[in-house]
Structure formats: C-alpha cells, structure tokens
C-alpha cells in the first residue's frame, strides 16, 4: 500500500524521475533550473539520477521556480516499483491547489513523462478562473459530475455531466456558477505540470 507520509528523500529515484519529467513538461533545460535555484546543472543532473538528495531548501526552491507547492515533491510512493510506473493508486495522487482556492487537481498520470498528463479537476461552487489561459497544448476534457460555463477561444458553452470539449492551443476560461462542486477529467498534450 502506498503512504503520503513521508519525504522525498526516502525515494530520490522516485522524486529525479518525476523532476526530469516535469522539467521536460515545462521545457526548461537543467542549465535554466540551475540559474533559478542558485545551483550547479551537476547537482541538478546528479538529482534527476537519484544520486543526490535534496535538502528541503532544495524543494522550495525546486517549487517555486515551477509554481507548484513544495508538498508536491512530498506526495511519492513509498517503492520505486514496476507498479509506480503504470498505476496510481486513488490514495496516492499529486494534488495541486486547495479547495480555498477554488480548485483543486489530482494527476492520475503515473508521472509527467509521456505525450500527455491527466487529472481529475474539481471546482468548487461559486469558483471562476482568474485569468483568461492560452497555452502551447491541446486539451480534452469530460464533465463527470455537476455543470460548469465555459469559454473556448471567447465562445460561452454551457456544459453539464456527461458532456465533454477538446480544443486546440485556444484561449479558455472557466467559471462553476452552481452550488455544486464540478468534477472534469481533463487531458493535456504536452503535459504543463
């Protein structure tokens, strides 16, 4: 069984794994981490090879030059097993955001290597996006559960359960205008987290 509690030092093959891939996802090269972090690429490249270990100032660092909380690098597997490559696990999920923020995403791609990443997005009732989005990706997504607005390179879609949209490098936003909260399973290619 797999446990959140406890630091990625316990598993530096696990955490170099998903920072190559979420280097790579973002298309920076270590020689642009190693500038933001204030560290050399050798102790970047020994860090995505499992050879070294962060310290926890390392993380933060890590995090705030890819805008994701610290705790993502917290959020591993207990084993760096054959399993953790193909399978994530309900209880083991990365989550980025907070339901104070009005939405909250859990990966369910094993990792951030691949063509694409998804997730399991919930938005919270009354919650809209903050700003309008364009990104260099295509993106899918169905509406498991509850409705959402939506606007898609500036056309209003109204969406409910069991309905689904794709488009393609488009500007979007999103606003749940219920007192509901909204679940998407949304697919991004190439993965941004």
Do not use: C
């Amino acid at each position: 069984m797999s446990s959140l509690a406890h630091s990625p030092q316990d598993h530096p093959g696990s955490l170099g794994r998903n920072l190559r891939g979420l280097r790579k996802a973002r298309g920076i090269t270590l020689k642009e981490l190693a500038l933001k972090i204030g560290r050399s690429v050798g102790f970047l490249s020994q860090l995505e090879r499992g050879i070294s270990e962060p310290s926890i100032t390392d993380l933060r660092r890590i995090a705030a030059a890819f805008e994701v909380p610290t705790s993502w690098f917290f959020m591993l597997d207990d084993q760096d097993t054959p399993e953790n490559k193909f399978i994530v696990r309900a209880g083991a999920r990365r989550h980025l955001g907070t339901s104070e923020e009005g939405i909250l995403e859990e990966l369910l791609s094993p990792d951030l290597g691949g063509s694409f990443e998804m997730f399991r997005t919930v938005i919270e009732p009354g919650a809209a996006s903050t700003e309008l989005l364009k990104r260099d990706t295509e993106e899918a997504g169905y509406i498991v559960s509850g409705e959402i607005d939506f606007w898609i390179d500036g056309q209003h879609f109204h969406l409910k359960s069991g309905d689904s949209f794709r488009f393609d490098h488009k500007s979007h936003r999103w606003h749940n205008r219920t007192d509901r909260q909204t679940v998407i399973l949304w697919v991004v290619s190439p993965p941004v987290y």
